[in-house]
């Protein structure tokens, strides 16, 4: 297994997890600023910090929500070892989607190092959606996620998330 993978099966659940973080608002627009990471998100969507990452959504509870969490890697990511890894980061999620008692609906590379799965699963009689985000690089492995309800179309914060999503340090 590749060395920091087997954890994200743990934190997936509460979808948090990175260092002390800021948050700058613009607009309809909050900049989080974690260690290792810059991500933006909607606005008015309550942030909750983890020693890893942060967490937001639109009110405390809700299905829809976004997270970035940052986990330390054992050896750092080469581009070389992509073919391996992304055979590991695709068992990781049939393994998600199998304790969640869903299935992985998609499965794309964005680029090397860029993985994103899409899970469609049940959790106290609600139908939802989750997508995942993998980012290799590397001492770093950043996991993105947004979740929301399966009736809802993918909401516009998923996309923005994962396109502002900037690794630092």
Same mark, same amino acid.
Do not use: N
């Given at each position: 297994m590749y060395p920091g993978l087997a954890a994200l099966l743990l934190i997936t659940f509460a979808g948090c997890g990175g260092g002390?973080?800021?948050?700058?608002?613009t607009g309809d627009t909050q900049v989080v600023r974690g260690q290792g990471y810059t991500?933006?998100?909607p606005a008015d969507w309550q942030r909750v910090q983890t020693p890893r990452g +942060?967490? !937001?959504?639109?009110?405390p509870g809700a299905d829809t929500l976004v997270s970035i969490t940052l986990f330390r890697l054992i050896r750092p990511f080469e581009p070389a070892v992509w073919p391996r890894a992304r055979a590991e980061l695709d068992h990781v999620a049939d393994r998600l989607a199998l304790q969640l008692g869903g299935s992985v609906e998609s499965r794309h590379t964005l680029k090397t190092g860029v993985r994103q799965y899409g899970l469609a699963y049940?959790?106290?009689? +609600?139908? !939802?959606?989750?997508?995942?985000?993998?980012?290799?690089?590397g001492r770093r492995e950043y996991e993105l996620l947004c979740r929301w309800k399966a009736s809802d179309h993918e909401p516009a914060a998923c996309g923005r998330f994962v396109e502002s999503f900037r690794p630092s340090g």
């Amino acid at each position: 297994m590749y060395p920091g993978l087997a954890a994200l099966l743990l934190i997936t659940f509460a979808g948090c997890g990175g260092g002390p973080a800021a948050k700058s608002v613009t607009g309809d627009t909050q900049v989080v600023r974690g260690q290792g990471y810059t991500v933006s998100a909607p606005a008015d969507w309550q942030r909750v910090q983890t020693p890893r990452g +942060a967490t !937001l959504s639109p009110e405390p509870g809700a299905d829809t929500l976004v997270s970035i969490t940052l986990f330390r890697l054992i050896r750092p990511f080469e581009p070389a070892v992509w073919p391996r890894a992304r055979a590991e980061l695709d068992h990781v999620a049939d393994r998600l989607a199998l304790q969640l008692g869903g299935s992985v609906e998609s499965r794309h590379t964005l680029k090397t190092g860029v993985r994103q799965y899409g899970l469609a699963y049940e959790r106290k009689g +609600a139908k !939802l959606k989750q997508q995942i985000t993998f980012v290799l690089r590397g001492r770093r492995e950043y996991e993105l996620l947004c979740r929301w309800k399966a009736s809802d179309h993918e909401p516009a914060a998923c996309g923005r998330f994962v396109e502002s999503f900037r690794p630092s340090g």
